[in-house]
């Protein structure tokens, strides 16, 4: 059973357009306007928007709490990290992380990570060279930048380019989608694949 799902989506203060988009699940890391726009989502979808651990047509979802900056939320608030498990992978989506590193509490309740979505524009987030020990704490198979500079984008964050830069990753083509399936994982890897998907 196909199920849909829909992270943090945004509204137009951010200066972008959000496509139509339908859903059976909303998760939301944390409340601010450019990332709960949950109204704009078709459907009737649950909405998750808090650490817990909850399950949807098989799909195993766990919130696990963290800061939105790295003086323990002091001036932005809270964050959910959300790890999602089914059909045989699990992938982790970091939200607007900014903390330094992950506490082992944290790397606990995440677990083994097949694919991580990680924010790398600094400035509201952790940056590039952050993100690489965040990586390093979870060496997943896959990573696919988040939260950095678009061109129509109405925050000031760093391009995408600087973290590939810090990974040591030549250009990335910037992709439509990316289609993984459990058996495209299985095969040993010698370094994590970094994905730039197309917005």
Do not use: W
Not at 9 to 19: A, F, I, K, Q, V
Not at 25 to 38: G, M, P, S
Not at 68 to 76: C, N, V
Not at 151 to 163: A, G, H, I, R, T
């Amino acid at each position: 059973m196909q199920l849909k799902m829909v992270i943090d989506p945004y509204g137009e203060s951010t200066g972008l357009t959000l496509p139509l988009l339908e859903a059976d699940v909303v998760l939301i890391t944390h409340e601010h306007e450019d990332h709960n726009n949950k109204k704009a989502v078709k459907g009737e979808p649950f909405v998750i928007s808090s650490p817990g651990e909850y399950e949807v047509k098989g799909v195993f979802i766990q919130g696990i709490a963290s800061f939105h900056d790295d003086k323990e939320g002091k001036e932005r608030g809270l964050n959910t990290i959300y790890a999602v498990e089914g059909e045989g992978l699990r992938v982790c989506h970091l939200g607007d992380f900014g903390q330094k590193e992950l506490s082992s509490e944290q790397l606990e309740n995440i677990g083994d990570v097949d694919i991580l979505l990680i924010p790398v524009g600094g400035v509201y987030t952790i940056n590039g060279k952050e993100a690489q020990r965040v990586i390093s704490q979870l060496e997943p198979k896959i990573v696919i930048p988040m939260h950095y500079l678009l061109s129509k984008l109405k925050y000031k964050l760093n391009p995408v380019e600087d973290f590939l830069r810090t990974m040591g990753a030549k250009k990335a083509e910037a992709q439509e989608k990316l289609v993984v399936k459990e058996k495209d994982l299985a095969q040993e890897r010698e370094e994590t694949e970094i994905v730039v998907l197309r917005p």
